[in-house]
T-cell receptor, first 117, second 113 residues
Framework: GAVVSQHPSRVICKSGTSVKIECRSL??????MFWYRQFPKQSLMLMAT?????????EQGVEKDKFLINHASLTLSTLTVTSAHPEDSSFYIC?????????????FGNGTRLTVT | AQKVTQAQTEISVVEKEDVTLDCVYE???????LFWYKQPPSGELVFLIR??????QNEISGRYSWNFQKSTSSFNFTITASQVVDSAVYFC??????????FGAGTTVTVRA
């Protein structure tokens, strides 16, 4: 089955530093990947759509300069949280489909738990 | 706008009881997909099932079954003879034509031994 790998699984950083999270599709190519954010005991909120070779599309209210997304290849998308603050602490999870078709189930990475101290 | 409502926030049952999770959705698209995902305490999201808007055939897969009723915009999910390992948060999700997946708030299922 389709596997999405996300790294790191946990990261603790100091306020003001930047953190990069990687999302890889291991056995398929993904022209589109999605980044979600989940606060404790809440649902997943779509942050942005990552498009290979072009700029990401951000959802309303998500700061593009704060959350930098790069999708340089068909198997890798990265999310960089710049100048992190404690309120950025959250669970970040990426997803992708083997084909760019909305009837394909999205497969999710295992998520990254970010703690900013 | 798309909206997915899971009215039940938490359900607690004793092992071997059946559990039904409700999901109601809103969309203006005539073509869309519905999904159920499971999120165990470890955090990963596990895909359980998808249904397209034209397929109202209900399905049973092992202890899981789904009831899709387009007339009431509902896509309910039942776990039969629940087990402790079923304890997780279950999310219903809607994917319309724009490829984006919208999640419900989730229902936390706790199965007690």
């Amino acid at each position: 089955g389709a596997v999405v790998s996300q790294h790191p699984s946990r990261v603790i950083c100091k306020s003001g530093t930047s953190v990069k999270i990687e999302c890889r599709s291991l056995d398929f190519q993904a022209t589109t990947m999605f980044w979600y954010r989940q606060f404790p005991k809440q649902s997943l909120m779509l942050m942005a759509t990552s498009n290979e070779g072009s700029k990401a599309t951000y959802e309303q209210g998500v700061e593009k300069d704060k959350f930098l997304i790069n999708h340089a290849s068909l198997t890798l998308s990265t999310l960089t949280v710049t100048s992190a603050h404690p309120e950025d602490s959250s669970f970040y999870i990426c997803s992708a489909s083997p084909v760019s078709s909305y009837n394909s189930p999205l497969h999710f990475g295992n998520g990254t738990r970010l703690t900013v101290t | 706008a798309q909206k997915v409502t899971q009215a039940q926030t938490e359900i607690s049952v004793v092992e071997k009881e059946d559990v039904t999770l409700d999901c109601v959705y809103e969309t203006r698209d005539t073509t869309y997909y519905l999904f159920w995902y499971k999120q165990p305490p470890s955090g990963e999201l596990v895909f359980l099932i998808r249904r397209n808007s034209f397929d109202e055939q209900n399905e049973i897969s092992g202890r899981y079954s789904w009831n899709f009723q387009k007339s009431t915009s509902s896509f309910n999910f039942t776990i039969t003879a629940s087990q402790v390992v079923d304890s997780a948060v279950y999310f219903c999700a809607l994917r319309p034509n724009d490829y984006k997946l919208s999640f419900g708030a989730g229902t936390t299922v706790t199965v007690r031994a």
